[in-house]
């Protein structure tokens, strides 16, 4: 039976170690927060997708060509990935049908935090749930392909977090595995307001990599270390050394010149204000930094961060992922 209307929501994610390190082979560690991409589809009786998101861009799809509604020019690029998670869907349940597609996102675009892989997972169910029951399995496969629209050598691990929510130790070669545990991580991310473009970032560390392989295999195997050694902290719960782990890994950052000078500004605010440990996440160039503070300091530090105008977000580890309502 097909039901007229259906919505799916997702998280959105933060790579808490390894970040870029993760493409050559060495471990990251990622987390899904409780910020989440909403999405909601109805059955038009037209042949168009159309896609209307919170951000303030609308767009159309007839036979496949955009049609712009509202936007700048990066809009047919913001949604491009959300069509193909529907698209892709209607034409493998053998479905030729129109449909309204409604996002609200409560997390900002392009600053590393996930939004565009939890948009296609949130999609690809909604959309899926219009014919039966999802299975998630199948929807984080489907999201990754229409996730490699934006991020063409993407790991899948930002798919994967968004479907499955949690905290996962992941490699490219050992694939995913699940860090069981129930302790919540006091987190801030902090939003540098500069956006970045994750393939530009992931090239000019290639191009590092490919002039400096000795260094960067030091820095890999340095890397690799961090994340074994956070592993451990986050399961005994030793908060002092996972911050110390951290600005170790946001040296490595550097190193690799992903940092930016906004980084170093909010690091000298957080670091005043009592962070355990402070680091870019994501591809860098701005996007957003985390910032590990104890609780009670958390109130004091927000403030302060914001006085500086930074936007400030407070997370939590989400462990229900993808959510078909
Ligand atoms: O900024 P984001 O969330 O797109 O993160 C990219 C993470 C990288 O390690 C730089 C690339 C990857 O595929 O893992």
């Not at 899904?32 to 609308?58: C, W």
């Not at 493998?92 to 049908?97: A, G, I, T, V």
Request: hydrophobic share 35%.
């Amino acid at each position: 039976m097909r039901k007229t209307s259906a919505k799916a929501s997702a998280p959105a994610k933060i790579i808490l170690f390894g970040e870029h390190f993760v493409v050559y082979g060495s471990h990251a560690i990622m987390t899904a927060i409780n910020r989440r991409i909403h999405v909601a589809v109805f059955l038009n009786k037209t042949q168009t997708i159309n896609i209307t998101s919170n951000m303030g861009i609308i767009g159309s799809y007839t036979d496949s060509k955009f049609n712009l509604i509202k936007g700048g020019k990066n809009t047919k690029e913001i949604l491009d990935p959300v069509y193909k998670s529907a698209i892709d869907v209607l034409s493998e349940r053998k479905q030729n049908l129109g449909i309204d597609i409604n996002v609200v996102s409560e997390v900002p675009h392009g600053v590393g935090l996930g939004s565009s892989a939890a948009c296609c997972v949130a999609t690809v169910a909604a959309v899926d749930s219009l014919f039966h029951k999802p299975d998630k399995q199948w929807v984080c496969s489907k999201a990754v392909e229409s996730e490699r629209l934006v991020h063409k050598d993407s790991s899948g691990g930002d798919c994967y977090i968004s479907t499955f929510g949690g905290l996962i130790y992941y490699s490219k070669i050992k694939g995913f595995k699940t860090i069981e545990t129930t302790r919540d991580l006091s987190l801030i991310i902090v939003n540098t307001g500069i956006k970045h473009r994750t393939g530009d970032l992931v090239s000019s560390v290639k191009k590092f990599k490919n002039d400096n392989t000795s260094l960067f295999k030091d820095l890999s195997s340095y890397a690799d270390n961090i994340c074994q050694d956070a592993l451990t902290a986050i399961n005994i719960g030793d908060e002092k050394k996972l911050g110390k782990l951290m600005n170790e890994n946001y040296t490595l950052l550097q190193q690799i010149r992903v940092s930016h000078k906004k980084h170093d500004q909010i690091a000298k605010i957080c670091f005043k204000n009592g962070a355990l440990g402070v680091k870019p996440t994501g591809a860098g160039g701005g996007g957003s930094m985390i910032v590990l503070i104890l609780k009670e300091d958390k109130i004091k530090l927000t403030s302060e961060i914001e006085r500086n105008s930074y936007e400030c977000i407070p997370v939590k580890i989400d462990y229900d992922g993808l959510v078909v309502y």
